[in-house]
T-cell receptor
Framework: GAGVSQSPSNKVTEKGKDVELRCDPISGHTALYWYRQSLGQGLEFLIY????????KSGLPSDRFSAERTGGSVSTLTIQRTQQEDSAVYLC????????????FGPGTRLTVL | DQQVKQNSPSLSVQEGRISILNCDYT??????FLWYKKYPAEGPTFLISISSIKDKNEDGRFTVFLNKSAKHLSLHIVPSQPGDSAVYFC?????????????WGLGTSLAVNP
């Protein structure tokens, strides 16, 4: 079946603008994760969803970041008033359930804030 | 503070030889470890994992060894192939809470030369 998909693949925006990143997980996967990878850095956990609820938002770097998930499927990550330090690759992953450790990743969205 | 460390940012190996990628961790509570491979412009893909109750797991050319007393694991690729050239991430599963958060290393870039 189809893997995790993300859109857009690339996004260039101006500082101060809002952006929305979309993730479509693998069908049937109840857990969904957002990460980001800044240049030269490892993967940074942002937020996790189990179904539509987010038990762990501890990784969100500021209140400019928010995420939602509807219908237990698609998720959007919103960054308000973007800053240059938000530039990174944003990766989405899904897994079958919360006790299943293998996460399957999408190709990522490369965000560039000018 | 990096809880999962991959101290070698890059590694170069001749085709047909063994590649050994190393990973150290600091939290003795981690109970599950995973290796992911990442090609440019793609999301990470799951490669192999090991539970803390084991010290070795093998899958074809890939073997992961875990030394709990040393808090060290390694990924062996034998024989190495040019298609193995990628960035390899070590990740540890944090059992705290119920979301199985993965803690990631910064990655090791492997180049397998023909």
């Amino acid at each position: 079946g189809a893997g995790v998909s993300q859109s857009p693949s690339n996004k260039v925006t101006e500082k101060g603008k809002d952006v929305e990143l979309r993730c479509d997980p693998i069908s049937g996967h109840t857990a969904l994760y957002w990460y980001r990878q800044s240049l030269g850095q490892g993967l940074e956990f942002l937020i996790y969803f189990q179904g539509n609820s987010a038990p762990d938002k501890s990784g969100l770097p500021s209140d400019r970041f928010s995420a939602e998930r509807t219908g237990g499927s698609v998720s959007t990550l919103t960054i308000q008033r973007t800053q240059q330090e938000d530039s990174a690759v944003y990766l989405c992953a899904s897994s079958l359930g919360i006790y299943t450790d293998t996460q399957y990743f999408g190709p990522g969205t490369r965000l560039t804030v000018l | 503070d990096q809880q999962v460390k991959q101290n070698s940012p890059s590694l170069s190996v001749q085709e047909g030889r063994i590649s050994i990628l190393n990973c150290d961790y600091t939290n003795s509570m981690f109970d599950y470890f995973l290796w992911y491979k990442k090609y440019p412009a793609e999301g990470p893909t799951f490669l192999i994992s090991i539970s803390s109750i084991k010290d070795k797991n093998e899958d074809g050319r890939f073997t992961v060894f875990l030394n709990k007393s040393a808090k060290h694991l390694s990924l062996h690729i034998v024989p190495s192939q040019p298609g193995d050239s990628a960035v390899y991430f070590c990740a540890a599963s944090d059992p705290a809470g119920n979301n199985r958060k993965l803690i990631w290393g910064l990655g090791t870039s492997l180049a397998v030369n023909p």
